[in-house]
């Protein structure tokens, strides 16, 4: 089975992830990391992690979580394989197939990781492409719920960029039944696609320009860096320009719910896209979400090799 995008997963079966997550977190509690997992589910197995971008969480936690449960990985950056001097990756795909067990995979066109997936005969997990994250949303889902409990009925606010990040939250909104408002200038919108799909399954973006307005209520509030890793550098001071009036500061925060947390999926630009206040304050979980990318991804890999 493939995990390539938070909607195209049937929601028991998310919802079956994340309590697989939970329940392999707490069986781990207070153990030293290196420990391997008691029932060892990916005992001989082998997992490729494959990336054409850079990465430190990603990278860091599916090669953890891969030998906490027993299993062993290959890293490979896409400019080493012959992937990075023309062969293709439906060939890619046959060769490592025929290898590993397993591929994680972090792209840059969605089409790249789609190729991948159709022509794998083993399970794909979406690492981020330029288009989603859905490996991050789902460790978000679970720190949400761990600091909260249920997220369904809750009010989510992204301020900033209509990105990768924020395209994989729009689409678990109708998944986890949570309710997805953004904030940020029209130039840098989300991609018409993604707002349309959130409207077709009855969970709407909410478009609010004027963040102060728009994060009152939130339950959550989120932001990412003003420049992705697939934008053009040239572009970096006008985006910021664009960008600066949703920086999320102290200020904007107390129009939040007062319980309001903050989430970031890192790395971020300090003092850009928030403010130290914030991402140190007292409903900060950024650092929450990165260990939860482990957990999380442990339970996807167990579910993609129903192991
Ligand atoms: N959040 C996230 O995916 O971080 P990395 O780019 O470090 O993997
Ligand atoms: N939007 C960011 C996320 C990094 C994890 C990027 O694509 O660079």
Request: hydrophobic share 40%; net charge negative.
């Amino acid at each position: 089975m493939h995990f390539l995008d938070i909607h195209k997963t049937d929601p028991a079966e998310l919802r079956a992830i994340l309590d697989m997550a939970v329940e392999m977190k707490t069986r781990r509690a207070g153990q030293p990391k290196g420990v391997r997992d008691a029932d060892r589910p990916l005992d001989g197995r082998i997992v490729a992690l494959i990336f054409e971008k850079p990465s430190t969480r990603t990278r860091v936690s599916f090669d953890v979580g891969v030998r906490q449960m027993g299993g062993d990985t290959l890293v490979l950056t896409g400019s080493e394989m012959q992937l990075g001097h023309g062969e293709t990756i439906a060939d890619t795909a046959r060769v490592l197939s025929r290898y590993v067990d397993l591929v994680m995979i972090r792209t840059f066109e969605e089409e790249s990781l789609l190729e991948l997936a159709e022509n794998a005969t083993v399970p794909v997990i979406n690492g981020l492409t330029n288009r989603s994250h859905p490996c991050q949303i789902m460790a978000d889902v679970m720190t949400f719920e761990e600091h909260r409990g249920p997220i369904a009925g809750k009010r989510v606010v992204w301020c900033g960029d209509g990105n990768n990040v924020f395209a994989s939250f729009a689409q678990a909104a109708a998944q986890f039944g949570f309710d997805m408002v953004f904030s940020g200038p029209e130039t840098l919108d989300p991609e018409r696609a993604v707002l349309e799909y959130a409207a077709s399954r009855g969970r709407p973006v909410e478009i609010v320009r004027d963040p102060n307005l728009a994060v009152q209520g939130a339950d959550l509030v989120l932001t990412d860096t003003w420049v992705s890793m697939h934008d053009t550098q040239t572009a970096k001071e006008r985006r910021h320009n664009q960008l600066r009036p949703y920086q999320v500061t102290a200020e904007l925060m107390t129009h939040a719910n007062p319980d309001a947390l903050f989430m970031h999926c890192l790395p971020a630009h300090r003092g850009e896209e928030a403010t130290n206040a914030v991402m140190d304050g007292p409903n900060s979980v950024i650092f929450d979400e990165a260990e939860n990318r482990l957990h999380a991804q442990k339970a996807i890999m167990r579910w993609c090799l129903g192991v």
